[in-house]
DNA sequence: GTACTCTGCGCC
DNA sequence: AAACGGCGCAGAGTAC
């Protein structure tokens, strides 16, 4: 082994490089449960003034230098938060703050907007103070209203920390209450007030007003919310603050939430008209057919096999399958529909409207360290699945133009309107002003650090030279004809069909590097071929990428032996290391890969497992899947996708903070993608801020290709 | 009304 | 030597 993983090891020999230090404040240490009942606290200490610490006795240096911070709002409107977001909401003039509990030295303190508090004041106004709240809507009601309002002083977001985070950071449920019962922390379930204060948002059905908040009700959602706050101090508590770099981080990830990301609203409002117009009458003439909605999956089923067409699901692939066989004119119609009105994505029209704030910016489309390894996921909006485009136009503005006519048939002579406008969604966003938007992502990323990973050399060279393996994989899965027409086809030249085709391949070489079955595969590609779906992962397997088995088993070998050891650091061969930690009296399996970032397992167990090949031993840990807190195995496939995922993760992470040192703000990230905001950003300054490469991608060969744009419109 | 499950769809 | 890729959102339907 002379080679990058011998450097790598005496570089790092003696335990962990670890980068996870913290580096603000001191440590929040305060009892979580309070001496006080909570109405005793609450009526002696209204707005700040505590009978057992008068007004002006506070002084910070004693008071831990933390204050635990928690609102109850309503929107006396029709302004929902759910949709439209903390900073949407939060600017909204019918918003307005019902209480805020906050905690300091000990003690629990009412505030509300009828009296000045002086105390509150003061602790805004020390630069020495760090608030703590669960998530980020305090601090975007800190800044609309408390600053906006009533004249309290901006709290930088330097000086938040946000339990929310930790919780993600740990990959721990993000919500308070699933998080507290992961970490085995009393719950309050006020379920009474939780009511209260929504129906507190709702006109009376009767007189159309909104309630009046009366002192009793005002007390009452007091109480109510002090248990959001002791549930923030017991996580604050339990958790501690982030390390290091991922406080620098989630410094990034706020900054570009809160900044937001420029939205064209003509285009918007003109998209939205035309889709209206187009469902409004499609839905029409389906429910003429059908007497149906064209989103009733099982109705529309039977329907279907009443009048003579059986199919198992109404999924877009079985329908265009069905098309092509003989039906009768009213099931193909239906089913035509029905394919057209099944996507969804032109809701983020609404979405966009929803969330966008007075000055065309959305805000709040990025959760901080949403999957396990790191990466950011999508919210509101859900700017991370916009579709790709199927029309493909070389100049968006003419495309653009042509929606802002409001007209469907304006767009006619790129294909069927719908399908047109949600080929052009992604030019709802673009730059404002003078600005430009400048994007680049990392070619095929995940292959390449998989492979690199797994010391495959040869494929990652294979995949630097250009080649397009993709294609290649896909000519073998559908057995063209003529292979060597569909690899000559240059690339932007392709039909959609082979575009399709290709993306097949590329999704094959990903599934395939982690850990896809044979099952899988045939499942996903080619349902009734077994012996093809055998032969394909077999390939892949033995002949294609053979080190990259390897890297699996070891992954898992190695994380089983950390979980065999507690606390002592297992090595793989690649260099990513596990450990089994304590954190919060919980078992965490720790992993951590080449720069020092760690990601986390909660309540990581060792279980033996009946297999096909016998009893083994399994890890186990608790995620969120469907929603819910539960038990979930770490089989090798997943090992690896998330190792390979943190990695590219910190790639990413590397190139934003990049940017920004560059003066180039960065508005959005897209797991492999980077869109910043700019007058003076150019295709070449993306290629070259994100080209370069850290230490550890150079000693494991890993070459990354940057595929770069910018203009004025978002897109593909 | 709210919470949950299921189907379906989009991206990486 | 060997499985189940990850994520969020919309809408329908159901239970409470």
Redesign the pocket.
Known sequence: MGHWLDRFIARTQGGVTDNDTVDIASPFSCPAQPKDDALSTVSLSVNGVAVKTPQGVISHPEVGHTVVVDFETRNAGDCKLK?SGAWRYAADPATEILTLTYHVAGEYHLWTPALPCPPLASLAADPAITFVSHAGFEQAIWHHLMVGRYGFLPIPVARWHDTQAACAYFALPLDLERALSALNLPVTKDKEG??LV?SLA?PN?KTGEFPEITPEIRERVAAYNRADVEGTIAIETALGRLPKRERRVWGLDQTINQRGIGIDLDFVHAAKKIADQQFGEAIEEFRKLTDL?P?????V?NWLCENGTELE?????T?EETLKIELSPEARRVLEIR?RI????L??L??ILACVGSDGRARGLL?YH???PGRW????V?P?????PSVTIEDPEELVAAIKTGDADALRKWGEPIEVL?SSLRHAIAAQGDALLGAG?FET??ARVVLSLASQHDKVELLESGADVYRDVAADIFRLDDKAAYLAIDKKEMTPEQSETRQIGK?TV??CG????????RD?YCKDDDSLAQRIINTY?TEWAPKV?QL??DL??TAIRAMQNPGVIVAAACGVRYRLETKAELPFLVCQVLNGKKFHYANAQLEM?E???GK?P?VTYW??????WRK??A????LT?NVVQALARELLVDAMFRFEERGFPVVLT????IVVEHPAITEDLVKEIMSERPQWAVEIELPVAVEAWSGRRYR?
Do not use: C
């Not at 699901?313 to 692939?317: F, I, N, V």
């Not at 995620?623 to 819910?628: E, F, G, M, Q, T």
């Open positions: 949709p939780r009511r929504l709702r059905r909605n989103t009733q999956v099982e109705k089923r699901d109404l999924r877009a692939e329908i394919s099944a996507s969804t994505s809701k983020k609404d979405a959760q949403g999957a396990t996921v999508g919210r509101l859900q991370q699945n916009f579709p790709r949600v992502d990323i995940e999704n990903l599934g982690f850990g896809l079955g044979w099952k899988g595969f996903k397997r088995p699996w088993y898992e070998r497992r297999g096909d090949w083994r399994a995620a969120i899947k469907d929603h819910h979930v195995f089989w090798h496939g997943h996708e897209v797991h492999d993608e593909k």
